[in-house]
């Protein structure tokens, strides 16, 4: 079964992002990303799915992943005790802590356990309630208190007993168009205010526009030049909803060099002309850039919705 391929956006000025998911039933959702991660799984039951590996999950069910291997959860119809199912999801680059750890000496286990992830980690209930007990801090309100509980339970976990997972990681010959794909939203988000192209993207990847844009549909859902569009329309918004500059201005700014463009492009996402955007939302509380601990990548609810189609 192919994985579906989520990509994890970080804030600016954000070395990890939690995602606190709540809901009555988590489903089976077979995917990866080119990062780690760190779930702690409670009120729940079910089966968990990591790359070669196919287990039963119980309460405090805590996993370490790497990069790339593909997992899944599935919850039974019914939770543990009444309470709604939840999960704390921690998304991290390994290479930032590999750094720490070369000029920290306190930190120096870590990339032992980054190593000993190569195909997830499964700890044991006790070690998952022992986290369970940092979970103000992971969903703190601000981005260092966050990075230091984050720093904390690794180190926590570098100490512990885990079982291995997966057989092994993703194979060597595994479909590399993910880390391609990943370069090339990582490319639009810093640069969609400047003039680019599928054919300029496509030499960033070193593919064909064509291929390009298939790839991009496959892993992402959507064009590469409808998800552009979407950017710019979103960084449009925030514009409209937190500054007076005239539209023409933000229109630039979001990297629409037509005006009339620009117009086309916002009624279509958003129903309405960026004026009456700004007028409905002109007493909004500014968007912030950090993504709510309530929210996931976006992705991989297309690519889901996508192959349910």
């Known amino acids: 079964m192919r994985a579906l391929f989520e990509h994890v956006q970080f ?3 954000c070395s990890v ?12 959702e077979w995917h990866s990303h ?4 760190l779930t702690l799984t409670m009120n729940s039951r079910g089966m968990r799915h990591v790359g070669t590996s196919v287990a039963a999950y119980g309460e405090e069910d805590l996993v370490l992943l790497p990069p790339d291997l593909p997992h899944s959860w599935v919850s039974d119809k019914t ?3 009444g309470t709604m199912p939840s999960a704390v999801v921690v998304w991290f680059d390994g290479d930032w802590l590999r750094r720490i750890a070369a000029c920290c000496p306190e930190y120096t286990r870590l990339p032992r356990l980054l190593q000993r992830a190569e195909g997830g980690l499964a700890f044991g209930r ?5 986290i369970r007990e940092h979970l103000g801090g992971l969903l703190a309100g601000t981005a ?3 990075l230091a509980t984050v720093l904390t339970v690794l180190c926590l976990l570098s100490e512990a007993d885990a079982q291995p997972l997966s057989a092994s990681a993703a194979p060597a010959h595994a479909d590399r168009q993910p880390a391609r794909i990943a370069r090339i939203l990582a490319l639009i988000g810093s640069r969609f205010g400047e003039p680019l192209s599928v054919p300029m993207l496509a030499h960033a990847a070193c593919l064909s526009p064509r291929s390009l844009n298939r790839e991009f549909h496959r892993h992402v859902g959507e064009s590469v030049g409808r998800y552009l569009a979407r950017v710019r329309i979103a960084h449009a918004c925030r514009l409209l909803a937190q500054t007076c500059l005239p539209i023409g201005v933000i229109a630039l700014q979001a990297g629409f060099r037509s005006q009339t463009h620009f117009n086309r492009q916002f009624r279509q996402q958003q129903t309405m002309t960026p004026a009456a955007y700004r007028h409905a939302h002109s007493g909004a509380e500014p968007a912030g850039e950090t993504p709510p601990l309530c929210s996931r990548p976006i992705s991989l609810e297309r690519a889901a919705a996508r192959e349910a189609d």
């Open 17 to 28: 992002r939690v995602y606190h998911r709540r809901q009555s039933f988590i489903p089976f």
């Open 126 to 130: 006790e070690t998952g309630h022992r």
């Open 79 to 81: 939770d543990c005790d």
């Open 144 to 146: 260092h208190e966050r």
């Open 34 to 37: 080119p990062v780690y991660e």
């Open 11 to 13: 804030a600016p000025g």
